[in-house]
Antibody
Framework: QVHLVESGGGVVQPGRSLRLSCEASGFSFSNYAMHWVRQAPGKGLEWVAFISTDGNNKKYVDSARGRFTISRDNSKNTVYLHLNSLTSEDTAVYYC????????????????WGQGTLVTVSS | DIQMTQSPSSVSASVGDRVTITCRASQGIGTWLAWYQQKPGKAPKLLIYSASRLQSGVPSRFSGSGSGTDFILTISSLQSEDFATYYCQQGDSFPPWTFGQGTKVEI
């Protein structure tokens, strides 16, 4: 059974940094691309970042590029999202998601989601 | 970026009703279209992928159709547990992968 557990959220001041983690279990982690998707309070879903199976290919939504960094450790079945230079616009629940198809770099279907971790950017 | 537009934004329905939600992409995406259900305070759940393929464990009252730019999610007979918000998502263009704005199905 696939299980994704995010952690690392909290309240942070504008301009500060935060590292989110997502620990995966129940599937062959190194065979699947992983994503981060966020949802601002009362708003819709926004894809944020992608990382390929080997970690060499990373993509970001424009608003995150240059501030956020996605990484993964296949030995620990964990994907990370480093958030830097945070603003109030980054306040959201951050979900990690497993892609549905193995070894996929050019398409995305978010098959399994974690429970999410809330990031609140406030002074 | 590919824009995804859902309609309606909300729909009022009763148990047993047939409900349809449409999703339009700003450019062709083949069948790289997925549908998700989200209940308050919960993570989204994948219902349909590749426009019409039912995710394992999802009831058969859910179905999807379409290709190119126009897609439909149909709930054939609405159940009480189906009251939720539904999102479409394009998975074709690389990237950003984008979602529709959501359709709230309510009583």
């Amino acid at each position: 059974q696939v299980h994704l557990v995010e952690s690392g959220g909290g309240v942070v001041q504008p301009g500060r940094s935060l590292r989110l983690s997502c620990e995966a279990s129940g599937f062959s982690f190194s065979n699947y691309a992983m994503h981060w998707v966020r949802q601002a309070p009362g708003k819709g879903l926004e894809w944020v970042a992608f990382i390929s199976t080997d970690g060499n290919n990373k993509k970001y939504v424009d608003s995150a590029r240059g501030r956020f960094t996605i990484s993964r450790d296949n030995s620990k079945n964990t994907v990370y999202l480093h958030l830097n230079s945070l603003t109030s616009e980054d306040t959201a629940v951050y979900y990690c998601a497993k892609d549905r198809f193995p070894h996929t770099d050019y398409n995305a279907v978010f098959e399994h989601w974690g429970q999410g971790t809330l990031v609140t950017v406030s002074s | 970026d590919i824009q995804m537009t859902q309609s309606p934004s909300s729909v009022s329905a009763s148990v047993g009703d047939r409900v349809t939600i449409t999703c339009r992409a700003s450019q062709g995406i083949g069948t790289w279209l997925a549908w998700y259900q989200q209940k308050p305070g919960k993570a989204p759940k994948l219902l349909i992928y590749s426009a019409s393929r039912l995710q394992s464990g999802v009831p058969s009252r859910f179905s999807g159709s379409g290709s190119g730019t126009d897609f439909i999610l149909t709930i054939s007979s609405l159940q009480s547990e189906d009251f939720a918000t539904y999102y479409c998502q394009q998975g074709d263009s690389f990237p950003p992968w984008t979602f529709g704005q959501g359709t709230k199905v309510e009583i």
